[in-house]
């Protein structure tokens, strides 16, 4: 079936850094890839989403592009803040079962130091 | 915009009995709700999917008489965890699709469940 694998964290960066956060995912046909965050106390909130090849979705300073020829979807961000701290889940979309339904990878943890 | 309330943030229950943990979507309709389970440093894994009025269809492998799931109207869908057991304390979490935004799918913000 259709899966989604993540960099194993936990992540650990200054105010400031580069991020990247790996995501590769296993699927048949094309689905929609999706980054979500989840701050402490707080449910999943969608970051961005790209939903064909060599669309690039962006939110917040948060950059993703989906690549079909590595089956990827990394996330990265140029300057991450204090404020950025969450776990971050990488999912794509499969219609199965007459609805579409998320597959998430096993989410980042990222902590910023300032 | 979308918002998904689920209750209680979080419970604690003894060996044997039952929890139930709400799902509503506040200021939408939502068509189908989905329930997740995870458990610590892993992924969501989905358990059913509920459309409003008809029973819920459950992934391959989740006992569907033990995770009894109920989605009676179109902002509020139940999940009860019945004669629960420690191996079933975990992070539960719903979703909503029919809102506006996120491309159709608001989260809650979890269940903590620890049954001693």
């Known amino acids: 079936g259709n899966s989604v694998t993540q960099m194993e964290g936990p992540v650990t960066l200054s105010e400031e850094a580069f991020l990247t956060i790996n995501c590769t995912y296993t699927?048949?046909?094309?689905?929609?890839l999706f980054w979500y965050v989840q701050y402490p106390g707080e449910g999943l909130q969608l970051l961005l989403k790209?939903?064909?090849?060599?669309d690039k979705g962006s939110n917040k300073g948060f950059e993703a592009t989906y690549r079909k020829e590595t089956t990827s979807f990394h996330l990265e961000k140029g300057s991450v803040q204090v404020s950025d701290s969450a776990v971050y889940f990488c999912?794509?979309?499969?219609?199965?079962?007459?609805?579409?339904?998320?597959?998430f990878g096993q989410g980042t943890r990222l902590t910023i130091n300032p | 915009g979308a918002v998904v309330s689920q209750h209680p943030s979080w419970v604690i229950c003894k060996s044997g009995t039952s929890v139930k943990i709400e799902c509503r979507s506040l200021?939408?309709?939502?068509?189908?709700m989905f329930w997740y389970r995870q458990f610590p440093k892993q992924s969501l894994m989905l358990m059913a999917t509920?459309?409003?009025?008809?029973?819920?269809?459950?992934e391959q492998g989740v006992e569907k008489d033990k995770f009894l799931i109920n989605h009676a109207s179109l902002t509020l869908s139940t999940l009860t965890v019945t004669s629960a057991h420690p191996e079933d304390s975990s992070f539960y979490i719903c979703?909503?699709?029919?809102?506006?935004?996120?491309?159709?799918?608001?989260f809650g913000s979890g269940t903590r469940l620890t049954v001693v």
């Open positions: 979703s909503a699709s029919g809102g506006p935004s996120n491309y159709g799918y608001t």
């Open positions: 699927a048949t046909g094309y689905p929609s």
């Open positions: 790209a939903t064909k090849a060599d």
């Open positions: 999912a794509l979309s499969e219609r199965r079962g007459g609805a579409q339904k998320l597959v």
């Open positions: 200021d939408f309709q939502a068509t189908t």
């Open positions: 509920s459309n409003e009025g008809s029973k819920a269809t459950y």
